[in-house]
T-cell receptor
Framework: DAGITQSPRYKITETGRQVTLMCHQT?????MFWYRQDLGHGLRLIYY???????DKGEVPDGYVVSRSKTENFPLTLESATRSQTSVYFC????????????FGPGTRLTVL | KQEVTQIPAALSVPEGENLVLNCSFT??????LQWFRQDPGKGLTSLLL?????REQTSGRLNASLDKSSGRSTLYIAASQPGDSATYLC?????????FGPGTRLSVLP
């Protein structure tokens, strides 16, 4: 499928478990992003990547790890999930930082029990 | 630190009305501003992107303006329809971050 996809769409896990959320885009966009969306906080940037093997922290990076070995994939890992990480996670991509639209995936709803 | 606010938080209008959604930001050093809509339980759909050098952008019934010096953008929706019901978010892109506003929840009543 063309565009940006996320998997799984829904995930329930327990406190302390490792969870990986996947993001895949077919446009070969250079930049990819992970956001979380919470009531009362809106969308907040967790991490972003400018290219393969280049990542940087956003506003709320603690408790998350990212990697980008291939341009099209940008997985987000919660190494030891906490209840405060219950949220909806969105992946996004754009060709460049300054001039083009950002496109979003459908989201992953994560519940940490 | 960039802060983005949106007024009103919620808006309910009868079908056919023209309406304006507002977005304000505190740091005028931005590359661009993007408007999105989000339907319940869904991802974000891009509506319009305005570069910092532009004053407005139009797409169909939507018109977005940008006044960078005053830190304001407006999204004008003409002849609103029930299908326009959604949450509308603005996002500003600065040097090192993307910052989203909290959104305006719009309901267009038939």
């Amino acid at each position: 499928d063309a565009g940006i996809t996320q998997s799984p769409r829904y995930k329930i896990t327990e406190t302390g478990r490792q969870v990986t959320l996947m993001c895949h885009q077919t446009w070969s966009h250079s930049y990819m992003f992970w956001y979380r969306q919470d009531l009362g906080h809106g969308l907040r940037l967790i991490y972003y990547s400018a290219a393969a093997d280049i990542t940087d922290k956003g506003e709320v990076p603690d408790g998350y790890v990212v990697s980008r070995s291939k341009t099209e994939n940008f997985p987000l890992t919660l190494e030891s999930a906490t209840r405060s990480q219950t949220s909806v996670y969105f992946c996004a991509s754009t060709p460049d930082w300054a001039y083009n639209e950002q496109f979003f995936g459908p989201g992953t709803r994560l519940t940490v029990l | 630190k960039q802060e983005v606010t949106q007024i009103p938080a919620a808006l309910s209008v009868p079908e056919g009305e023209n309406l304006v959604l507002n977005c304000s930001f505190t740091d005028s050093a931005i590359y661009n501003l993007q408007w999105f809509r989000q339907d319940p339980g869904k991802g974000l759909t891009s509506l319009l992107l305005i570069q910092s050098s532009q004053r407005e952008q139009t797409s169909g019934r939507l018109n977005a303006s940008l006044d960078k010096s005053s830190g304001r953008s407006t999204l004008y929706i003409a002849a609103s329809q029930p299908g326009d019901s959604a949450t509308y978010l603005c996002a500003v892109r600065g040097g090192q971050n993307f910052v989203f506003g909290p959104g305006t929840r719009l309901s267009v009543l038939p």
